[in-house]
């Protein structure tokens, strides 16, 4: 069952630059960054409880954010939805006829486990499901 917004993430074509702003400019906490192999990005956070925002760049230059990057430039890449059951969320929604990025959830950051439903099952907007680590 979905619980609440995990996250927003930004796509940033620098990252170093990004989290400058959203530290001295904005004043929020950074929580520090991860490289997440499985998407292929650096992913910095910035906690704003009971949500977060990650700026997320393209790892060694190359993945979906690299791709997305040099089409739109950077912006919000995606919502991300915390739901306390993956599994089930995702058979309810395949069964209401959401097309889904992958088959299955993948390794995300922090050990939660994530999957993405493709853009085009929810009016444009890149959404994503995450179950943080223990959560199940």
């Known amino acids: 069952m979905i619980t609440g917004l995990d996250h927003i993430a930004i796509a940033v074509p620098n990252l170093e630059a990004a989290i400058q702003r959203f530290m001295t400019d904005f004043g929020l906490d950074y929580e520090g960054t991860q490289d997440v192999e499985t998407a292929q990005t650096s992913t910095a956070f910035f ?10 760049h393209p790892l060694n230059g190359a993945g979906p954010i690299a791709t997305y990057l040099e089409k739109r430039g950077g912006g919000i890449h995606h919502l991300c939805f915390r739901t306390n059951d993956i599994d089930a969320d995702v058979i309810r929604l395949k069964a209401k006829g959401y097309q889904f990025i992958g088959e299955k959830p993948t390794p995300g950051a922090h050990g939660a486990r994530v999957i993405f439903i493709h853009p085009k099952s929810c009016d444009g907007v890149l959404v994503e499901l995450s179950e943080p680590q223990g959560e199940h």
Request: net charge negative; hydrophobic share 40%; no cysteine.
């Open 47 to 56: 906690p704003l409880p009971p949500t977060s925002i990650e700026l997320v």
